[in-house]
């Protein structure tokens, strides 16, 4: 699976952004989706989930109440609505395909996920 995570940018604290998760060649519908996130020197940490039709959705609790995760299938496209963002957000953002089970111990856990393509670069700076 070839992802192609697009949508970021540079942005002032307190702005917004809208990323976006396509595939070429393959339905997104087939799959669970994990957006992360790597900042400098840091590990790549899990912000948000979804489930392959979309009932289910977690996020990290530094994004709650801020970051919105959606998918149309249809569009082949999944979603990351980012409100409110922070200096603490900037990060290249990646997002990943899962076929294995997923739950609220275990939807952030890197290695659940495929992450074959590019990420998108997230910059909150004033």
């Known amino acids: 699976v070839q992802l192609q995570a697009s949508g970021g940018g540079l942005v002032q604290p307190g702005g917004s952004l809208r990323l976006s998760c396509t595939a070429s060649?393959?339905?997104?519908?087939?799959?669970?989706i994990g957006w992360f996130r790597q900042a400098p020197g840091k590990e790549r940490e899990g912000v948000s989930y979804i489930s392959r039709f979309g009932k289910i959705t977690m996020y990290t609790d530094s994004v709650k109440g801020r970051f919105t995760i959606s998918r149309d299938n249809a569009k082949n496209t999944v979603y990351l609505q980012m409100n409110s963002l922070q200096p603490a957000d900037t990060a290249v953002y990646y997002c990943g395909t899962t076929q294995t089970p997923v739950d609220d111990t275990n939807w952030y856990f890197v290695n659940k996920y495929n992450f074959r393509g590019q990420g998108t670069q997230v910059t909150v700076s004033s």
């Open positions: 060649g393959v339905s997104l519908g087939d799959f669970k």
